[in-house]
């Protein structure tokens, strides 16, 4: 379902233009090696775009072209067409530091790399008519390795070209990757029977007729933790995962042009920040089964509903998300989105060298924006003045079950994951979610944020079976009708506390700093001893606020049929931080009104 998947998307994306044909693909690359008629290198172009990053800050990248495919290199010489490296291009090596005693085992191999592009370049170009290819020819027949540090155009940007990125070949101020009759020579190169495999023909398991086998897929590049140079999606390499005399890749036969189209169509993913989103360890991407642009952007938004990221305000993006959901066509950036139309996620992580995939998601549209719907609709609460969000992102959420003052604050890769499968699944959130809020709130001794406390009230609205548990907590205020004794104990444990701030208004630490995590875990042991403290709070206020901190707490004791139970479990203890945060929200509610 995956590879089909995605080549089907890739036929999708070449009819619209937006990725390159078979045989050829989008990189990046960082230098022009301009020549002339005759061969001689006249200068060397830096190709470089700037680009803003998520972060606001303007940055340089090498401009992203389309080049001949490459094969899979690692160690071994092999060179690629029309574009590569240094050594390929000019015969010197690239290495950032050369130790003395590898100096001329550095160099030897560096030459052995112009020499086997020299033999390619002659295989794809003698036969070519064509003033382009025949330059290309004399720059290979002229060109000395040995003094290219001193040729005038590479002289002063030596260092810098040998070590960083990729060049391509131009002539007369064009890349020769342009030219039409150097492009069809490309195709007919790469079509060919190199005769060194043994071509297997056999049943492709994507499209189910028979073709050319693929022995290696193409490398996927762009997963995060994954080998820069690229990683395998399907490979096999040791003889346990083998069977039926099939090695390597003929185990699972899928046709080239198969491979090839769903590498390709994945790459393309990979470098879009439209169609790819990183939640922990796990780099997703996304796309719809519609030639329509806007179902990825929305999506993303949808994850990420920042106003100074999104290209509309959180109330649009919520009115759309509401309307898909229950299944109407909406107008979006002059497409129209249909909620009916098949969208696909795949997750992916690093594995040993190889890609390994986390989670699938396919379904509609519409039900992809339900799921998230109902989500936004179980964190919906309260919120303080300050916090002017109207809807909170998902990796703020998970950020707040980590220290933001440690080193390098990152939540739980595996959570992280868990939590997202949840929300676009529409299941069960993970037991962790609840267990991480509360420890994050212990930690800061019951600092309970919007976040946390919207956290709280999603986990127990999708996670509790009890629904005197989900009444109680099913509401975006304070709840002042249940009766449900974790709920009453929280928002008692405020009012205790606010007393304490109103009798000594100097005091730097309240009662929250020293006893929240005791109360929250075993109320019969903490909360006497907090009445007892209230009852000297109360002899240093006035008449009129004594009396009416004494009616909040005989209200909130006379909705306790039983004495303070011994302890609470987990999820009870959630209930008392978001009783805890309703009854302080409450309070500083009416202070603004006033």
């Not at 916090?387 to 998902?394: A, G, I, S, V």
Request: proline residues 5%; glycine residues 6%; hydrophobic residues 40%.
């Amino acid at each position: 379902m995956i590879l089909r998947s995605l080549n089907d998307l890739y036929y999708r994306l070449l009819e619209r233009g937006e990725i390159a044909p078979e045989g050829w693909t989008m990189e990046r690359v960082s230098y022009a090696v301009e020549i002339d008629s005759q061969g001689e290198l006249l200068a060397i172009t830096p190709l470089f775009e700037t680009h803003v990053d998520k972060r606001g800050k303007i940055k340089k990248r090498p401009l992203m072209m389309e080049i001949p495919a490459r094969g899979t290199r690692t160690s071994a010489v092999i060179p690629h067409l029309l574009c590569d490296t240094a050594p390929y291009f000019f015969g010197i090596p690239n290495n950032k530091t050369i130790p003395p005693d590898r100096i001329d085992q550095v160099k030897s191999r560096a030459k052995e790399c112009f020499v086997a592009s020299k033999k390619l370049h002659t295989a794809l170009l003698a036969d070519i008519d064509d003033p382009d290819a025949q330059a290309v020819m004399r720059f290979y027949e002229k060109w000395d390795p040995d003094v290219a540090d001193q040729h005038p155009a590479l002289r002063d940007i030596y260092e810098e070209v040998r070590t960083k990125g990729t060049l391509v070949w131009m002539t007369d101020g064009k890349y020769i990757t342009e030219n039409e009759a150097i492009k069809a020579a490309v195709g007919a190169f790469l079509s060919r029977d190199s005769g060194e495999i043994e071509e297997i023909i056999g049943q492709c398991l994507v499209t189910g007729e028979r073709d050319r086998i693929a022995r290696i897929h193409p490398l996927i590049k762009g997963v995060l933790g994954a080998q820069p140079s690229g990683a395998s999606l399907v490979g096999f390499n040791i003889e346990s995962a083998c069977s039926y005399g099939r090695t390597q890749s003929y185990n699972a036969p899928v046709s080239e042009r198969v491979a090839n189209a769903y590498a390709h169509a994945l790459n393309h993913l990979l470098q879009s920040n439209d169609h790819k989103l990183v939640i922990g360890d796990v780099t997703l991407v996304f796309w719809a089964e519609s030639s329509e642009r806007s179902y990825p952007s929305l999506l993303a938004m949808s994850f990420n509903p920042d106003p100074e990221v999104i290209s509309i305000d959180s109330r649009t993006l919520k009115e759309s998300v509401e309307m898909l959901s229950q299944g109407k066509t909406i107008d979006y950036r002059e497409e129209q989105i249909d909620p009916n139309t098949p969208f696909f996620i795949l997750g992916l992580s690093p594995n040993a060298g190889r890609i390994s995939v986390r989670l699938f998601y396919r379904s509609s549209f519409g039900s992809l924006m339900r799921n998230i719907n109902e989500h936004w609709k179980r964190l919906e609460i309260v919120k303080p003045a300050y916090d002017k969000r109207e809807l909170l992102t998902m990796w703020g959420l998970l950020y707040e079950t980590v220290n933001r003052n440690a080193e390098n604050p990152k939540p739980s890769p595996q959570l992280a994951g868990d939590f997202f499968r949840a929300v676009i699944e529409g299941r069960r959130y993970p037991d962790t979610l609840l267990f991480a809020v509360l420890r994050r709130i212990f930690a800061e001794q019951g600092h309970v944020t919007r976040g946390r406390a919207a956290l709280i009230k999603a986990y127990l609205l999708k996670n509790a079976e009890n629904e005197i548990v989900k009444e109680a907590v099913n509401s975006v205020k304070l709840n002042e009708e249940t009766n449900y004794i974790p709920y009453i104990l929280g928002r008692l444990f405020f009012v205790l506390e606010k007393l304490q701030l109103d009798a000594s208004p100097e005091i730097n630490k309240t009662i929250r700093d020293r006893y929240f995590n005791a109360a929250c875990g075993t109320p019969a042991m903490v909360f006497p001893v907090l009445m007892k403290l209230a009852q000297s709070h109360l002899r240093k206020l006035d008449t009129k606020p004594a009396n009416h901190h004494q009616k909040q707490i005989a209200e909130l004791l006379g909705r306790m049929d039983t004495s303070f139970p011994s302890h609470l479990s987990l999820q009870d203890q959630g209930v008392f931080a978001l009783g805890y945060y309703h009854q302080r929200q409450k309070s500083f509610t009416k202070k603004e009104e006033k």
